[in-house]
Structure formats: structure tokens, C-alpha cells
């Protein structure tokens, strides 16, 4: 089982970036595929989900109207688009994928650092 998490750096304020998650090892369009964020010295915390097969979305307050999450099956990825960002959105990101064949936390990838500074 892999999740390889890309697209993360530095933005501007106010700027946008898109993640990607690539899973492999496991039966992707069955799992919910999550995104969390950790700041320095910080549990991680949820930002947001897609589910499957009704493909029910939800985001944490304080990205909604800003993040959009998608997947393709096809392509087993799962995307997180973060527009206007803040600088408080500055955390290391982390694909999740959560199903019937994973552990109860699911599986985790490695994590990419997004950075909003000006």
C-alpha cells in the first residue's frame, strides 16, 4: 500500500496550489480518501473528505469556500485544490485513505509541506 502526496511549496498569500495523492496497493474507488494537516508540535487534524460510492464531501470550517477536494477513480489520485490561501494554512499535508481493508486510522501517505508566506 502506497500514498505518494505532490504539489506542495511555497505560495503567496492569497494564492492557490493543488495537491495530489497517488494510491496504489489497495482497491482506491472503495475508500474514503481524506486530507489532514499538521502544524509544528500539533496533532493532525482533518481538512476534508470524499467518500465513495455516494461521494459525500465535507471540510473543516475554516477551509470551506477555499478547498476543494476531488478524486478520479481512473487515475487512483485524490486532489485538494486550496484557493485564497492564508498564512495559517502553513502545515505539512497528509493524504488518508480509510476502507474496508484497511487499519482504523487508515492509511497514511508520507506528507507534503505547503507554505503561505509572502
Known amino acids: 500500500v502506497q500514498l505518494v502526496e505532490s504539489g506542495g511549496g511555497l505560495v503567496q498569500p492569497g494564492g492557490s496550489v493543488t495537491l495530489s495523492c497517488v494510491a496504489s496497493g489497495f482497491a482506491f474507488s472503495r475508500y474514503a480518501m481524506n486530507w489532514f494537516r499538521q502544524y509544528p508540535g500539533k496533532e493532525r487534524e482533518f481538512v476534508a473528505t470524499?467518500?465513495?460510492?455516494?461521494?459525500?464531501?465535507n471540510y473543516r470550517p475554516s477551509v470551506k469556500g477555499r478547498f476543494t477536494i476531488s478524486r478520479d477513480n481512473t487515475k487512483n489520485t485524490a486532489f485538494l485544490q486550496m484557493n485564497n490561501l492564508r498564512p495559517e494554512d502553513t502545515a505539512v499535508y497528509y493524504c488518508?485513505?480509510?476502507?474496508?481493508?484497511?487499519?482504523?486510522?487508515?492509511?497514511w501517505g508520507q506528507g507534503t509541506q505547503v507554505t503561505v508566506s509572502s
Open positions: 470524499i467518500g465513495e460510492p455516494d461521494g459525500y464531501i
Open positions: 488518508n485513505a480509510r476502507g474496508p481493508d484497511a487499519p482504523s486510522s487508515g492509511y
